[in-house]
């Protein structure tokens, strides 16, 4: 229960600075919160998870808002790949960008 917690607050989190500071404030969240909670279960995996939720979070709410749909097949249409694999992507970007920072946050903090 307190995982998912963490994975929620930090899908949260990740929403919330991406919607204030842009995609590339998600490795900095992630460094931070692994400093913030030292002793968390498999911090990269929360935070690659919670990353990856957040965005679909992000991408659901413009869904409802604008576009996205439309968006998604021309953006796919450029690199020939339906529209479904660029949103996949998309999270699947942002999911590893966080992870690969709390990994190596976790790496520094041991040191």
Do not use: D, K, Y
Request: with cysteine; proline share 5%.
């Amino acid at each position: 229960m307190r995982q998912a917690l963490r994975l929620g607050a930090f899908a949260l989190a990740s929403a919330a600075t991406t919607v204030i500071a842009g995609w590339w404030s998600i490795p900095a969240l992630a460094a931070l919160w692994v400093r913030v909670v030292p002793r968390a279960p498999m911090p990269a995996t929360t935070c690659g998870l919670g990353a990856a939720s957040g965005w679909a979070l992000l991408l659901a709410w413009n869904a409802v808002h604008g576009p996205v749909g439309t968006v998604a097949r021309r953006v796919g249409g450029l690199f020939l790949v339906p529209g479904w694999v660029f949103l996949g992507v998309t999270l699947l970007f942002g999911g590893l960008l966080a992870a690969a920072a709390a990994i190596v946050a976790g790496e520094t903090r041991s040191r």
